[in-house]
């Protein structure tokens, strides 16, 4: 039977809790353990998928098509584990379920309530994770702050599931911040003490407390974190900023976390090895002094968290090459008033990401121009490709009006627009063409020589396609179709003939790459940006 760790937060919100469980992630599995991680969202959304960037930050796809929290990029990332939309739960989804349920008459003569209704429908949506596999250790993490009004159910049901599972089958750990007031000079562990207590009010007894920290916390302080939080002295985990998210599974190990785990889990299994790990990537990144500057064009360019995935990706593709990455963010409105030369000298690549909506567009579409012209690496994910694919209709074509239907209903050249099956489409939720689809590739295209085989397959989250009305004109003009989806004809990959390194492509390759195995496209535009820079 698979063991359960439940991961909560106090104190303030963006303590890192889903890189902390994916920490513990990747410190179990390297014993030889096998692990999956389930976020729990509390907010009444279904999905994150209808949500702003501004409010939510990236929405990470899972291979099956589910949109989810970003933390399930974290989980990725780390560990070698298959996410599914069971991964990632929230109030919408669990709530949705159980409407469903009272309408179709399963709860007949019943008062349907929080307790037991929601909570039950929580516990079954946690243990599901459990049936069928192997899984060793569940690690189940609750989003939001101890003490919010929304994740009272979530904590109600991990609090029964763990006396359901017995000693030895399930622990908490609870993530706090320490801080460090300058004017006193001293570390304050009362804010801890608090939010550990607010946790006991609702029946809930962490294990360990792992506490975020700027400064090292002092042994006086973490043993009277121990004796007011009722933990063992060992139990009281400093997690001490560090330079890369990499390296808090080393601190993590290193303070003795994941051999606190295993045995109050009572769990036999080796030694964890992260040698690998330091190796291949904490050292790189420590050591690499090759810069390479990268300009992001966005518009969600303030927001650390609108582009996680990309951010992290870059940094794969610049660990597989020995370089250190300096990412320039570049908002597309900015372009707008300041024109591209003055945005974006100096840069050594230029990549532009997904996204929704006209705002900031001419921007992204001038960076393309910039980079075509100039022979500077372009990557183009998604947006990034409706966004070549215009340009090059307007400046090479001669199509001055071209654009995509997503920004003009009527463009005279609608060389991105909906295809018949999306055209029908009224509802937003979950109705975008998402998760993985098969492209095959053309050898002697760039991609080619990156992924070094024909057949890929990659993630999706788009409603617009390329429109092969234009295929044979932007062919004549120089633009290759590299990659397609065979079963529908769908344009996947663009390139642009006698260009350094110029890919665009409809999918989402930075939802698939990870710090030891950098994503081969991301991989070979770091590449190429890195010859282009002295
Ligand atoms: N807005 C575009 C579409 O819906 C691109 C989406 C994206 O970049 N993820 O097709």
Same mark, same amino acid.
């Given at each position: 039977?698979a063991k359960y760790i439940f991961v909560?937060g ?6 890192g809790k889903g890189l902390a469980s994916a920490s513990v992630g990747k410190l179990l599995e390297s014993r030889g353990l096998k692990v999956t991680i389930i976020k729990c969202d ?16 990236e929405?990470y796809v899972t291979k099956d098509?589910a949109?989810t929290d970003l933390d399930l990029g974290h989980y990725e990332r780390f560990t070698n584990a298959s996410f599914t939309k069971d991964n990632n739960i ?26 037991? *209704? ?6 079954? %949506?946690i243990?599901k994770l459990g049936y069928g596999k192997k899984v060793d250790v569940i690690i189940v993490e609750i989003g ?27 622990m908490?750990i /609870?993530l ?32 360990i407390?792992v506490? @975020? ?7 006086? =302080? ?15 985990i400093?997690a001490?900023?560090v330079?890369s998210i990499y390296e808090v599974p080393l601190t993590f190990k290193k303070e003795?976390l994941d051999n606190l785990i295993v @045995?109050?889990l %009572?769990i036999?299994c080796e030694d964890s090895n992260l040698s690998l790990w330091e190796e291949n990537v904490v @050292?790189r990144l ?22 996680k995935s990309?951010y992290e990706s870059?940094t794969h593709?610049?660990i597989a090459? %020995? ?9 597309? +409105?900015?372009? +707008? ?21 006209? @705002? ?5 579409? =001038? ?7 100039? %022979? ?14 215009? +340009? ?44 993985s ?9 760039? =991609? ?9 397959v990659?993630r /999706?989250? *788009? ?28 344009? +996947? ?5 006698? /260009? ?8 989402h390759p930075e939802f698939k790459s990870k710090p030891d195995k950098a994503h081969?496209?991301f991989? =070979? ?10």
């Amino acid at each position: 039977m698979a063991k359960y760790i439940f991961v909560t937060g106090g104190v303030v919100s963006s303590l890192g809790k889903g890189l902390a469980s994916a920490s513990v992630g990747k410190l179990l599995e390297s014993r030889g353990l096998k692990v999956t991680i389930i976020k729990c969202d509390p907010y009444i959304n279904v999905d994150p998928g209808t949500m702003n960037p501004f409010q939510h930050g990236e929405v990470y796809v899972t291979k099956d098509g589910a949109e989810t929290d970003l933390d399930l990029g974290h989980y990725e990332r780390f560990t070698n584990a298959s996410f599914t939309k069971d991964n990632n739960i929230t109030t919408g989804k669990i709530y949705y379920s159980v409407i469903t349920k009272e309408r179709r008459g399963d709860y007949l003569g019943k008062t349907v309530q929080i307790i037991p *209704h929601i909570t039950n429908e929580i516990k079954q %949506n946690i243990r599901k994770l459990g049936y069928g596999k192997k899984v060793d250790v569940i690690i189940v993490e609750i989003g939001g702050t101890v003490g919010d009004i929304e994740s009272l159910p979530f904590l109600e049901a991990i609090r029964q599931l763990r006396l359901e599972l017995g000693r030895g089958y399930a622990m908490n750990i /609870h993530l706090t911040l320490v801080p460090f007031i300058k004017s006193a000079g001293e570390i304050k562990t009362k804010p801890t003490q608090h939010s550990v207590g607010t946790l006991r009010e609702i029946g809930i007894i962490p294990d360990i407390i792992v506490c @975020r920290t700027e400064r090292p916390i002092p042994k006086e =302080a973490r043993d009277k974190i121990a004796l007011f939080c009722n933990v063992d002295k060992e139990a009281v985990i400093p997690a001490i900023d560090v330079k890369s998210i990499y390296e808090v599974p080393l601190t993590f190990k290193k303070e003795g976390l994941d051999n606190l785990i295993v @045995r109050l889990l %009572n769990i036999h299994c080796e030694d964890s090895n992260l040698s690998l790990w330091e190796e291949n990537v904490v @050292r790189r990144l420590e050591t690499a002094t090759k810069e390479v500057n990268i300009a992001v064009v966005g518009k969600y360019i303030t927001l650390q968290d609108a582009y996680k995935s990309i951010y992290e990706s870059l940094t794969h593709g610049a660990i597989a090459n %020995n370089v250190k990455l300096v990412i320039r963010r570049i908002d597309s +409105e900015d372009i +707008e008033k300041k024109g591209a030369r003055n945005c974006l000298s100096g840069v050594s690549g230029i990549l532009v990401p997904g996204g929704f909506g006209d @705002r900031g567009i001419e921007g992204k579409i =001038a960076a393309v121009k910039y980079a075509r012209e100039n %022979n500077i690496p372009y990557f183009g994910i998604c947006l990034g490709m409706h966004t070549a694919v215009i +340009e090059f209709a307007r400046n090479v074509c001669g199509m001055k009006t071209a654009n995509s239907t997503e920004f003009n209903k009527n463009t005279k050249h609608p060389v991105i627009s909906l295809i018949e099956e999306q055209k029908k489409v009224k509802a937003k939720g979950a109705t975008m063409r998402l998760g993985s689809y098969d492209c095959l590739i053309k050898k002697g295209s760039s =991609a080619y020589r990156a992924y070094k085989k024909t057949k890929i397959v990659e993630r /999706h989250r *788009h409603r617009y396609e390329f429109n092969n009305k234009y295929k044979e004109e932007m062919e004549k003009n120089g633009m290759n179709f590299v990659g397609t989806y065979p079963k529908q004809n769908l344009v +996947e990959i663009v390139e642009i003939k006698g /260009h350094k390194w110029f890919v665009a492509c409809q999918f989402h390759p930075e939802f698939k790459s990870k710090p030891d195995k950098a994503h081969p496209l991301f991989a =070979a535009f770091i590449k190429h940006a890195s010859l282009a820079s002295i």
